[in-house]
């Protein structure tokens, strides 16, 4: 009986093994005998990619951060607005506690619920920026000589298709899809079994499965495991310990120039970061309306002191040749040419020199800036002919500013300058512009532009660096020679020479990108903004 009852437990014993035990580790890796498992560092020794195809895992293997708050937190912030980032800030601490996919999903609810899909733009104008600053040079080098790349994230995939697509040049992209209603995002995740059934498709679809496919995934992080023991047959690991040495990936090497990005935070938001931008912002709201009174309503002998006692900074640096600026026909103005960096351009000029009688002619300004202006700006029609003929009047009334790229741009790029200013004046006087935030951006490109100035007074230390460089001169001198017109520049010569002069001032590099090509990456329009707005 006893024997009969020893036999009973041992064939139970058995069962429960093979069935829960045995076929649970093994069973759903049928090819682990035959992959090959080790660190990363051995693929910087493999002499030839180009034929194999690379799996890798977005945030486990190619990103140097280990924390996905920051993106979540420019997703809130950007597309929902300040209450709801505060909201995820105030989360954070009980996200820390959970596991890693109930963590996500309430990251993903708060950032993403009710956010309308035709106008979420943040992937593709904000988070590229950031993403790409947190890229390791070693993996980007390792997968840059690979066949194929296939990027797999945890992340959805409206956040970092813009990333890896458009910036780095990732033939597949594999992120987890949001449920809709209505057009609008609930917030809410596909489930992860659908995220690895569509991938397998995809998979088959692509044919990755006929050629050696290498897998790079996160020691650390359990996800996409099963996906890449089914489809690899090496998988190369990488420690967090491993990141900590990674160098970030340099501005230079970008597969694709990051010359527009939008976005109104300057710092990528942290926790700590995240801390201080809240702890700052009711200062900053004092800040903002004090410096904001002061440069509508006093005079600059006044004006100057109070400003530069609040933080900001201006520097302004003369030639020689500009330090008695007369223009050589008496009945006419100056005429300044500069790079746009702001809406506050001319009045950081007409700060500089302290004159008030600078006026500045703008090829998209909002009613209420036109209206809070303190100098006077006129609204361009982009009518060559009634644009020239307003131009050349303002001149005949004192200065004049104007900026030709007819856009801002953030990074260090100049975009093509109009030529339409070389038409109306035969001395030029080119004027290199820089500023420096700390937190906000003074720029926009899809949110409201009539905040614009106000974001940029809201950083504790902005600064402004005018320089004006030799003025440049038309008709027959020489200061902008052609050797195919010796008897004069056309129009074309004068601004390309002007861009020259100002990009190497700056150290910027000049490119023939336009106000359209920006607003079309970053706001699927062509940048005209409504008055009232």
Same mark, same amino acid.
């Given at each position: ?268 938001? @942290? ?45 302004? @640096? ?40 600078? !006026? ?82 003074? @720029? ?34 020489? @200061? ?10 056309? !129009? ?11 990009? !190497? ?12 090509? !920006? ?15």
């Amino acid at each position: 009986m006893s024997g009969n009852k020893v036999s009973i437990f041992q064939g139970l014993f058995l069962f429960f093994y093979r069935v829960f035990i045995h076929r649970r580790w093994f069973h759903r890796n049928p090819k682990q005998k035959h992959q090959k498992c080790s660190s990363h560092h051995s693929l910087h020794q493999a002499h030839d990619l180009s034929h194999h195809t690379l799996i890798f895992n977005v945030e486990g293997a190619l990103l140097k951060s280990n924390s996905l708050f920051p993106y979540f937190m420019l997703v809130a912030f950007e597309a929902g607005g300040v209450i709801r980032s505060f909201i995820l800030f105030i989360l954070y601490p009980f996200i820390c506690l959970m596991s890693y996919e109930m963590g996500m999903k309430i990251m993903v609810m708060v950032s993403f619920f009710g956010i309308k899909k035709e106008n979420f733009l943040v992937g593709k104008s904000v988070l590229p920026k950031y993403f790409l600053e947190d890229v390791g040079l070693e993996m980007f080098e390792v997968l840059k000589r690979g066949g194929k790349r296939v990027g797999v994230s945890d992340l959805p995939q409206v956040m970092i298709d813009g990333f890896l697509g458009d910036y780095l040049g990732i033939e597949v992209v594999v992120g987890r899809e949001l449920k809709m209603i209505g057009g609008y995002y609930s917030g809410i995740l596909e489930d992860r079994k659908k995220h690895e059934f569509s991938f397998g498709i995809l998979v088959q679809e692509e044919k990755l499965s006929s050629g050696h496919v290498i897998g790079i995934t996160s020691y650390n992080l359990p996800s996409h495991r099963s996906l890449f023991s089914q489809f690899c047959q090496e998988i190369y690991f990488v420690r967090n310990s491993d990141k900590k040495s990674w160098r970030t990936l340099p501005q230079n090497q970008y597969p694709k120039p990051l010359i527009f990005h939008d976005g109104r935070l300057a710092t990528k938001p @942290t926790p700590i970061n995240a801390l201080t931008l809240f702890m700052w912002a009711p200062f900053s709201t004092v800040l903002a309306a004090a410096r904001l009174v002061a440069g509508l309503n006093l005079p600059y002998s006044l004006a100057i002191p109070f400003l530069a006692f609040s933080g900001l900074r201006l520097t302004l @640096t003369l030639t020689a040749i500009n330090n008695d600026l007369i223009s050589p026909d008496q009945k006419k103005g100056c005429l300044f040419v500069c790079n746009h960096r702001t809406l506050l351009d001319p009045l950081y000029i007409s700060y500089a020199l302290r004159k008030t009688n600078i !006026k500045a002619v703008t090829y998209s300004l909002s009613r209420l800036s036109e209206l809070l202006a303190p100098i006077k700006t006129v609204r361009l029609t982009r009518d060559r002919v009634q644009d020239g003929q307003a131009m050349e009047r303002l001149l005949s009334q004192g200065d004049l500013v104007v900026c030709p790229e007819g856009t801002t741009c953030r990074e260090p790029y100049l975009l093509r300058f109009s030529p339409l200013f070389a038409e109306v004046s035969d001395a030029i006087v080119p004027v290199a512009i820089d500023s420096h935030v700390t937190f906000f951006h003074g @720029t926009t490109a899809s949110g409201l532009k009539s905040f614009d100035p106000v974001f940029f007074l809201l950083n504790p230390y902005p600064s402004y660096t005018v320089r004006l460089l030799d003025p440049v001169f038309g008709g027959g001198s020489s @200061t902008c020679p052609d050797p195919d017109h010796h008897d004069g520049k056309s !129009k074309f010569d004068v601004a390309n020479h002007v861009q020259h002069e100002i990009g !190497k001032a700056l150290g910027f590099e000049c490119t023939n990108l336009t106000r359209r090509d !920006k607003y079309l990456i970053l706001a699927g329009n062509n940048g005209v903004v409504n008055k009232n707005k």
